[in-house]
């Protein structure tokens, strides 16, 4: 019997089916237009987009456009790239343009899907953001859809990592723009310390496209951008703490996997209390629980962390000397993005390599609170569904499931329970062996670094030749996950989520044909071409004939998303192919989350070495164990959100205010209305209201006028004359420092002034800012203690965080005044010698702000018989040593570049 929820779905069609439904009108008009712009010239193209951009400007909305936009997109990416979009991109496009989120499976072609909203968007001549999750994939889809934008006559730019300054401003100024996740939130960051509003980068957020859209709104979102400068240098004290931890025993602390937390015990405590006053890192007669011990406490728990949750391999690896960490999503490299409180640096000492110092914080903001700046947000993603409420919840955005051009071929076999891993894993070399022997392409998906390593040294003993794609190998990822489809090869991936480069049965023809041409340049192209082409079809159909692209993995994500990012990999756009989980009991989802009653169950059913439990109920078990583990993480994301909110108000207001500031020509008023509420407060604190002459402090009042405004004022006369009450007094001081300022304006002259108040109030922002930041982040470590109390720690931190930026702008009001009022005109040396400080200084803070920017060194002549685009005479430099090219930078940061 079906139930109410089923039945009423059979009746009405689900939500989706009817988002799906409402596009179809939409879908046919663009479809009737086709032939009308198909007749166009190239020229009558970029003449349509002329015509729509000044409807646009005139005020007709963007929704009556879509229809022609999309049509003129269409045609021009049939004319640049012999792309015709399917209807289901367009309605990809739509879904995008309305502000959802596009779940299209991968090889769907969500590249090109991005270039119609993108196009009707960028008509408001407000700017178009595409947003990807690495600096290749942003590069390849500017150059490749540039393409369109320019048939179109669209200017398109492109953003990333230590880009020249120039070069960045045209590429914002682009009417679309593609650019990582990263690099735009340190632009914001960066343009929110600059000096004045022509060095901006980021004039608005009107509208971004987020291409892998779960990966960088939930998975990148859990940690914060920072822009930081450098600290105090700690690093004996990190070595010291770090010799200390391999004497722990295991009842000297307790680690929590599903929370991956770890903790002292009471024994843990007395023995390290004991150890550090051994080491002489705490003083004799001082306890751990001392308030002058916070800072080593917070060191110890940094390196416990450091040797019992991190692990080599998997969480990070070490390359040049260097600490590397690793997107567990994705298993890249993060090159420059480093772990906050102390973290990094107990990694570094555990693994011995050169400490770097700790950062303090100058700016920083979450995905969230950047992304949400956008007045519409879009995304696509071929795996969104399972986080719906997450999207919907915190952005705002619906999600909605693209149907497939062709139906989906794949079979998606039931998950096989081993009870250990070497028994997986040789079901898996097995397996592999099988598809192998008949031609057919094999990916085999594993979490970590050292899994794949495992796996790999398994096929080689049984003989099977592989490719391995991780981290370590990541400057050839284009070319293996091009090379996965091919007949009979077998490619080991960490986490295949968001590679962008699609897996194509028998292989990617443009990487044969680039191949085909680095081996022999002087052949025909054309010849080249169509014969590889040739050989590609039959690739392509004997692959078929073998069952398409086999997927095997050999564990279950904590996410079901990454698993189905795996699977997606397989079955593109109506291919067959086949996917499979092998796990054990040992895996860390099934043994972190209960698999003991499932080991009984095994035992009793007498299972014998090397059998599988194969069950849809096993399936389904383990997915509600993941749902468990996403909900667990997504309210842990909540939680650090709402921290943030309650910061990210405050930040709006600075950056807001210092942007009217940078705007403004006039600030006299601005720094006039200062100066006044510093005397009201001034009169308020030395002459309380209510109270009667004899009662007033008239001397402190007239030392703290020549501390904060540097007036000489005879406020002791004044308030022994006969009738003069507080507002007499007040007004004189008003009247006493208006006079002097217009003295000082007159000794400056107008401009000059208008000049120095500009910059003394915009360092002065920055400076009580940062003094803010690290008051937030102290307040944060130490407000989770009142819940002990019996009070909500979040209610707790809104308070206490907003009385300290009321104290933040009252601070401010007082030491732009005291600077302002200290001001004087000085010699042409000292003016000279004062905008040199000030220069520096303002290139130290710009220089704190480009994070990971490419270290430069002394420019050098290039090394005899250099080519610049010839490497092999570019010698063998290893990739810390200096470029042969001359710059003076590493090899590593320069032609040794990796793109």
Same mark, same amino acid.
């Given at each position: 019997?079906?139930?109410?929820?089923?039945?009423?779905?059979?009746?009405?069609?689900?939500?989706?089916?009817?988002?799906?439904?409402?596009?179809?009108?939409?879908?046919?008009?663009?479809?009737?237009?086709?032939?009308?712009?198909?007749?166009?010239?190239?020229?009558?193209?970029?003449?349509?987009?002329?015509?729509?951009?000044?409807?646009?400007?005139?005020? #007709?909305?963007?929704?009556?456009?879509?229809?022609?936009?999309? +049509?003129?997109?269409?045609?021009?990416?049939?004319?640049?790239?012999?792309?015709?979009?399917?209807?289901?991109?367009?309605?990809?496009?739509?879904? !995008?343009? *309305?502000?959802?989120?596009?779940?299209?499976?991968?090889?769907?072609?969500?590249?090109?899907?991005?270039?119609?909203?993108?196009?009707?968007?960028?008509?408001?001549?407000?700017?178009?953001?595409?947003?990807?999750?690495?600096?290749?994939?942003?590069?390849?889809?500017?150059?490749?859809?540039?393409?369109?934008? +320019?048939?179109?006559?669209?200017?398109?730019?492109?953003?990333?990592?230590?880009?020249?300054?120039?070069?960045?401003?045209?590429?914002? *100024?682009?009417?679309?723009?593609?650019?990582?996740?990263?690099?735009?939130?340190? @632009?914001? !960051?960066?343009?929110?310390?600059?000096?004045?509003?022509?060095?901006?980068?980021?004039?608005?957020?009107?509208?971004?496209?987020?291409?892998? $859209?779960?990966?960088?709104?939930?998975?990148?979102?859990?940690?914060?951008?920072?822009?930081?400068?450098?600290?105090?240098?700690?690093? =004996?004290?990190?070595?010291?703490?770090?010799?200390?931890?391999?004497?722990?025993?295991?009842?000297?602390?307790?680690?929590?996997?599903?929370?991956?937390?770890?903790?002292?015990?009471?024994?843990?405590?007395?023995?390290? #209390?004991?150890?550090?006053?051994?080491?002489?890192?705490?003083?004799?007669?001082?306890?751990?629980?001392?308030?002058?011990?916070?800072?080593? $406490?917070?060191?110890?728990?940094?390196?416990?962390?450091?040797?019992?949750?991190?692990?080599?391999?998997?969480?990070?690896?070490?390359?040049?000397?260097?600490?590397?960490?690793?997107?567990?999503?994705?298993?890249?490299?993060?090159?420059?993005?480093?772990?906050?409180?102390?973290? /990094?640096?107990?990694?570094?000492?555990?693994?011995?390599?050169?400490?770097?110092?700790?950062?303090?914080?100058?700016?920083?903001?979450?995905?969230?609170?950047?992304?949400?700046?956008?007045?519409?947000?879009?995304?696509?993603?071929?795996?969104?569904?399972? #986080?719906?409420?997450?999207?919907? #919840?915190?952005?705002?955005?619906?999600?909605?499931?693209?149907?497939?051009?062709?139906?989906?071929?794949?079979?998606?076999?039931?998950?096989?329970?081993?009870?250990?891993?070497?028994?997986?894993? *040789?079901?898996?070399?097995?397996?592999?062996?099988?598809?192998?022997?008949?031609?057919?392409?094999?990916?085999?998906?594993?979490?970590?670094?050292?899994?794949?390593?495992?796996? %790999?040294?398994?096929?080689?003993?049984?003989?099977?030749?592989?490719?391995?794609?991780? +981290?370590?190998?990541?400057?050839?990822?284009?070319?293996?996950?091009?090379?996965?489809?091919?007949?009979?090869?077998?490619?080991?991936?960490?986490?295949?989520?968001?590679?962008?480069?699609?897996?194509?049965?028998?292989?990617?023809?443009?990487?044969?044909?680039?191949?085909?041409?680095?081996?022999?340049?002087?052949?025909?192209?054309?010849?080249?071409?169509?014969?590889?082409?040739? =050989?590609?079809?039959?690739?392509?159909?004997?692959?078929?004939?073998?069952?398409?692209?086999?997927?095997?993995?050999?564990?279950?994500?904590?996410?079901?998303?990454?698993?189905?990012?795996?699977?997606?990999?397989?079955?593109?756009?109506?291919?067959?192919?086949?996917?499979?989980?092998?796990?054990?009991?040992?895996?860390?989802?099934?043994?972190?989350?209960?698999?003991?009653?499932?080991?009984?169950? !095994?035992?009793?059913?007498?299972?014998?070495?090397?059998?599988?439990?194969?069950?849809?109920? $096993?399936?389904? %078990?383990?997915?509600?164990?993941?749902?468990?583990?996403?909900?667990?993480?997504?309210?842990?994301?909540?939680?650090?959100?709402?921290? @943030?909110?309650?910061?990210?108000?405050?930040?709006?207001?600075?950056?807001?205010?210092?942007?009217?500031?940078?705007?403004?020509?006039?600030?006299?008023?601005?720094?006039?209305?200062?100066? /006044?509420?510093?005397?009201?407060?001034?009169?308020?604190?030395?002459?309380?209201?209510?109270?009667?002459?004899?009662?007033?402090?008239?001397?402190?009042?007239?030392?703290?006028?020549?501390?904060?405004?540097?007036?000489? +004022?005879?406020?002791?006369?004044?308030?022994?004359?006969?009738?003069?009450?507080? =507002?007499?007094?007040?007004?004189?001081?008003?009247?006493?420092?208006?006079?002097?300022?217009?003295?000082?304006?007159?000794?400056?002259?107008?401009?000059?002034?208008?000049?120095?108040?500009?910059?003394?109030?915009? &360092?002065?922002?920055?400076?009580?800012?940062?003094?803010?930041?690290?008051?937030?982040?102290?307040?944060?470590?130490?407000?989770?203690?009142?819940?002990?109390? &019996?009070?909500?720690?979040?209610?707790?931190?809104?308070?206490?965080?907003?009385?300290?930026?009321?104290?933040?702008?009252?601070?401010?009001?007082?030491?732009?005044?005291? &600077?302002?009022?200290?001001?004087?005109?000085?010699?042409?040396?000292? *003016?000279? &010698?004062?905008?040199?400080?000030?220069?520096?200084?303002?290139?130290?803070?710009?220089?704190?702000?480009?994070?990971?920017?490419?270290?430069?060194?002394?420019?050098?002549?290039?090394?005899?018989?250099?080519?610049?685009? @010839?490497?092999?005479?570019?010698?063998?430099?290893?990739?810390?040593?200096?470029?042969?090219?001359?710059?003076?930078?590493?090899?590593? /940061?320069?032609?040794g570049r990796l793109a």
């Open positions: 019997m079906l139930g109410i929820g089923t039945l009423a779905k059979k009746v009405f069609g689900t939500p989706n089916d009817r988002k799906i439904k409402a596009t179809r009108p939409l879908v046919a008009k663009i479809n009737a237009l086709e032939e009308t712009f198909g007749k166009l010239s190239d020229e009558g193209l970029i003449e349509k987009t002329e015509e729509l951009r000044q409807r646009a400007l005139g005020g #007709e909305s963007l929704d009556i456009l879509l229809p022609e936009a999309f +049509a003129n997109v269409r045609e021009g990416a049939r004319r640049a790239l012999g792309l015709r979009a399917f209807d289901t991109q367009l309605m990809g496009g739509i879904f !995008l343009h *309305q502000g959802n989120i596009s779940e299209m499976k991968t090889g769907e072609g969500k590249t090109l899907v991005a270039t119609f909203p993108a196009y009707l968007n960028a008509l408001s001549g407000k700017g178009v953001h595409v947003v990807t999750v690495n600096e290749y994939l942003a590069k390849r889809d500017a150059e490749w859809m540039g393409k369109v934008f +320019a048939a179109l006559g669209m200017t398109t730019g492109v953003i990333w990592a230590g880009q020249p300054d120039d070069e960045k401003m045209a590429a914002y *100024q682009s009417d679309i723009t593609y650019a990582t996740n990263n690099e735009l939130g340190f @632009d914001y !960051l960066r343009d929110n310390m600059k000096p004045s509003l022509d060095q901006v980068f980021q004039k608005q957020h009107n509208f971004a496209i987020v291409d892998e $859209v779960d990966s960088i709104l939930i998975d990148e979102a859990r940690t914060p951008l920072i822009i930081s400068g450098p600290a105090e240098d700690r690093s =004996e004290l990190y070595v010291a703490i770090d010799k200390m931890i391999p004497f722990l025993a295991e009842e000297h602390y307790e680690i929590d996997e599903k929370t991956r937390s770890v903790t002292f015990t009471e024994d843990g405590n007395d023995f390290l #209390e004991q150890k550090l006053l051994e080491q002489g890192l705490l003083q004799e007669g001082a306890s751990l629980y001392d308030p002058e011990s916070t800072t080593v $406490v917070h060191h110890v728990n940094q390196a416990l962390r450091a040797h019992k949750l991190f692990q080599r391999d998997k969480d990070y690896i070490v390359r040049d000397g260097e600490v590397m960490l690793i997107d567990e999503f994705t298993g890249r490299m993060m090159a420059g993005r480093r772990l906050s409180d102390g973290l /990094h640096q107990a990694i570094e000492a555990k693994e011995e390599v050169n400490i770097q110092p700790e950062n303090t914080t100058l700016a920083s903001v979450t995905f969230q609170n950047y992304f949400r700046l956008y007045n519409t947000l879009s995304g696509m993603t071929g795996t969104a569904l399972t #986080e719906a409420e997450e999207f919907a #919840e915190i952005y705002g955005l619906g999600v909605v499931e693209v149907p497939t051009n062709r139906p989906i071929a794949r079979v998606d076999e039931d998950d096989k329970v081993y009870r250990t891993a070497a028994e997986k894993y *040789q079901a898996m070399v097995k397996a592999t062996q099988i598809a192998h022997d008949k031609g057919q392409p094999v990916l085999l998906g594993t979490t970590s670094i050292e899994k794949s390593e495992l796996l %790999s040294q398994l096929l080689q003993q049984a003989g099977i030749k592989h490719n391995v794609l991780n +981290a370590r190998h990541h400057e050839q990822e284009a070319q293996i996950v091009a090379d996965a489809g091919r007949l009979g090869a077998v490619t080991i991936a960490t986490n295949m989520a968001g590679r962008g480069t699609d897996i194509k049965l028998g292989g990617n023809v443009e990487f044969k044909v680039m191949e085909a041409i680095a081996a022999d340049p002087e052949a025909d192209h054309g010849e080249l071409r169509a014969r590889i082409e040739a =050989e590609h079809a039959k690739d392509e159909e004997a692959v078929k004939k073998a069952g398409g692209l086999y997927v095997m993995a050999s564990e279950r994500h904590e996410s079901r998303r990454i698993d189905n990012q795996l699977r997606g990999r397989s079955g593109r756009q109506g291919d067959p192919g086949r996917t499979s989980f092998y796990l054990s009991l040992e895996d860390d989802l099934m043994r972190i989350f209960g698999s003991e009653r499932l080991d009984k169950i !095994l035992s009793s059913l007498g299972m014998k070495e090397g059998e599988a439990i194969i069950h849809p109920w $096993v399936n389904k %078990s383990l997915e509600r164990a993941q749902a468990k583990v996403e909900g667990r993480n997504f309210d842990m994301r909540k939680q650090v959100l709402k921290f @943030d909110d309650v910061m990210n108000d405050q930040r709006k207001v600075i950056f807001g205010q210092r942007r009217e500031i940078m705007a403004a020509v006039e600030i006299e008023e601005i720094v006039a209305d200062m100066r /006044h509420e510093v005397i009201d407060e001034l009169i308020d604190t030395y002459m309380p209201p209510k109270t009667y002459a004899d009662q007033w402090d008239t001397e402190g009042l007239q030392a703290a006028v020549l501390e904060k405004l540097s007036i000489e +004022a005879p406020v002791a006369e004044w308030a022994a004359e006969e009738g003069v009450d507080d =507002e007499q007094i007040s007004e004189r001081l008003v009247a006493a420092s208006d006079q002097m300022m217009a003295e000082k304006t007159e000794a400056f002259g107008v401009e000059n002034m208008r000049n120095i108040e500009k910059q003394v109030l915009l &360092q002065t922002i920055d400076e009580k800012w940062r003094e803010h930041l690290l008051t937030l982040e102290h307040l944060r470590s130490v407000v989770g203690f009142r819940g002990y109390a &019996q009070r909500d720690p979040l209610n707790e931190y809104k308070n206490e965080s907003f009385q300290l930026f009321e104290g933040l702008l009252e601070s401010l009001r007082e030491a732009v005044t005291q &600077q302002l009022s200290r001001v004087r005109p000085m010699t042409d040396e000292e *003016q000279q &010698q004062m905008l040199m400080e000030m220069a520096a200084r303002q290139a130290a803070m710009q220089q704190a702000a480009q994070q990971s920017m490419e270290p430069v060194g002394n420019p050098e002549e290039a090394a005899d018989g250099f080519v610049e685009d @010839d490497p092999s005479t570019w010698g063998n430099p290893s990739r810390n040593d200096k470029c042969p090219c001359g710059s003076g930078k590493k090899f590593k /940061h320069c032609h």
